[in-house]
């Protein structure tokens, strides 16, 4: 079921279990600062709310109901080039129960009545990377590509992967913007697998992705990068533009082969991909996505 149509039939319950009580949602999935910000607003008069006395019963649908309400759009989120996490949960590798744990655990800021006395309002903000930790399976990370005969190598401070214009498909005749998702693979032009989230230390689950935009990377900083990122990958990362991008969903950069051996040619550029030292510039029109119910 499409997220659209999801929300419409969840606001008919809200309405079935309220009354005539209308509740909305309305926000946006911030893929740079891994975030779910969203609003959500109850009519005080559908409700047959009264105030000052009926504000506690207002808060209470407004925190019954968000998990709800964000469900479809939580489910819409990618977890890698093929699956979202609705397709997880179709085929039983996630539950309901855990999606509206992670979303009932959501940041709240205490709601505010309109200024006409008609509504009340309260924002929520739900980490992305709290959901990356439940999906995580590896205890220990796997082992990164390693060369026979490795070639001449600089060590790096991180990784930066540019690929924020509209790329070739692998194994297709047209182009897309690279997506986020949860989980990117990176891949070089041989179709080697260079970087997943099961290479990356599971104490580092908070770095095995991070998504940036292409005004972070040309600041008036020595390094030209954002002091937020210098923090991740340092102040001297390899800088690579991707070739082309794969997968169902378009979420994977490919990068050229000499890039990548430079990365798997020495043990210092492996361990930024152990560490999650990886960050991807993607075009700002994928990095956030506006939702709210009809």
């Not at 309405?15 to 005539?20: D, I, L, Q, Y």
């Not at 911030?30 to 808060?59: C, F, H, Y």
């Not at 590896?138 to 924020?164: E, K, N």
């Not at 997943?196 to 292409?214: A, H, K, L």
Request: aromatic share 6%; glycine share 6%.
């Amino acid at each position: 079921m499409k997220p659209r149509m999801f929300s419409c039939l969840l606001l008919v319950l809200v309405g079935s279990v309220f009354g005539e009580t209308e509740v909305a949602i309305r926000g946006a999935i911030e893929w740079k600062r891994m975030e779910i910000n969203a609003t959500v607003t109850v009519d005080l008069a559908s409700a047959g709310i009264r105030l000052p006395t009926g504000r506690i019963q207002a808060e209470e649908i407004l925190q019954g109901e968000y998990p709800y309400l964000v469900r479809p759009y939580l489910l819409s989120i990618l977890v890698d080039s093929v699956d979202t996490l609705g397709d997880l949960l179709n085929r039983g590798e996630f539950s309901i129960r855990r999606t509206d744990s992670i979303s009932s655990a959501a940041q709240k800021i205490p709601a505010v009545i309109t200024f006409d006395l008609a509504a009340m309002s309260a924002q929520y903000t739900l980490n992305l990377n709290k959901l990356s930790g439940e999906l995580i399976r590896h205890s220990q990370p796997r082992d990164s590509m390693r060369l026979l005969i490795p070639v001449p190598a600089i060590p790096y401070t991180g990784i930066l992967i540019i690929a924020d214009e509209a790329l070739p498909i692998h194994g297709k005749h047209n182009t897309a913007l690279t997506r986020p998702c949860l989980f990117p693979k990176v891949w070089d032009t041989d179709m080697n697998l260079i970087y997943e989230q099961g290479m990356v230390d599971p104490q580092q689950v908070e770095s095995i992705v991070r998504y940036v935009s292409r005004n972070q990377i040309f600041q008036s900083t020595p390094s030209g990068l954002e002091d937020e990122l210098i923090r991740l990958v340092g102040s001297n990362p390899l800088r690579i533009i991707a070739q082309g991008v794969f997968g169902i969903h378009p979420t994977d950069p490919i990068i050229d082969r000499q890039d990548a051996l430079q990365i798997v040619s020495l043990e210092d550029n492996r361990r930024l991909l152990r560490e999650g030292r990886v960050a991807f510039v993607l075009n700002q029109e994928v990095l956030s996505t506006s939702f709210s119910t009809p």
